[in-house]
């Protein structure tokens, strides 16, 4: 970073080109999770926080840092181990050579940021949520004639989008999303906003 940040857009607005748009999508995807979060820089990073539960997100050469502590990696380790994320006692590294998992930074913000402090219950580490495809979604899937383009993704993809789309409360945000899947779908070669290439 050229400077130290004083607001979160501030050290976004610092990123270079393609970390800025990563970071831009973790924060979107934390706030979405926790809407009533506040907004601040914490030990020279990006902090969400609701009362006393915090989130810190940080910006190396070739990761995306999520910083929810040592409960927390204890808690996401079967799905971290599952999405091969490299990890620390209290970091997790989302590496800019994959797309942002989209459903698990939701997953880690919630449990980090819930009021009811559910990372204080020390639950033994779930198995990472499936989402099964509403009907809506499947029917919008056929009628654009892109539900083999879907079924080539892979399954944290997959898995990614639909709880992505049904998650919002909203029924214009679930549509957006919607748009936005249909529209990385045609054009192939996008996940999230990211570039993304299948394995040959």
């Known amino acids: 970073m050229a400077q130290p940040a004083a607001t979160v857009a501030d050290y976004i607005a610092q990123a270079p ?21 506040e907004e601040l820089i914490s030990w020279g990073m990006p902090t969400f926080r609701v009362g006393k539960n915090q989130l810190h997100v940080g910006c190396a050469k070739h990761h995306v840092g999520l910083y929810p502590g040592a409960a927390a990696v ?13 990890c620390t006692k209290g970091s997790i590294h989302l590496p800019d050579s994959r797309p942002i998992p989209a459903d698990f930074v939701a997953d880690v913000a919630s449990w980090c940021l819930s009021p009811i402090r559910v990372r204080e219950l020390r639950a033994a580490p779930q198995v990472r ?8 979604v499947r029917v919008a899937l056929h009628e654009a004639g892109l539900a083999d383009a ?14 992505w789309i049904v ?7 679930r549509q957006a999303h919607l748009a936005q899947m249909l529209d990385e ?15 040959r």
């Open 150 to 163: 879907f079924a080539a993704r892979p399954p944290y993809q997959r898995n990614d989008y639909v709880g």
């Open 74 to 86: 204890r808690h996401f380790a079967g799905q971290t181990a599952e999405l091969g994320l490299a």
């Open 17 to 37: 080109g393609e970390k800025r748009e990563r970071l831009e999508l973790v924060r979107a995807i934390i706030l979405s999770a926790a809407p009533g979060a």
């Open 129 to 136: 949520e499936r989402h099964q495809m509403p009907d809506w």
């Open 167 to 173: 998650r919002p409360k909203r029924e214009a945000t």
């Open 185 to 199: 779908l045609r054009r192939g070669d996008v996940y999230m906003k990211m570039p993304w290439h299948p394995r």
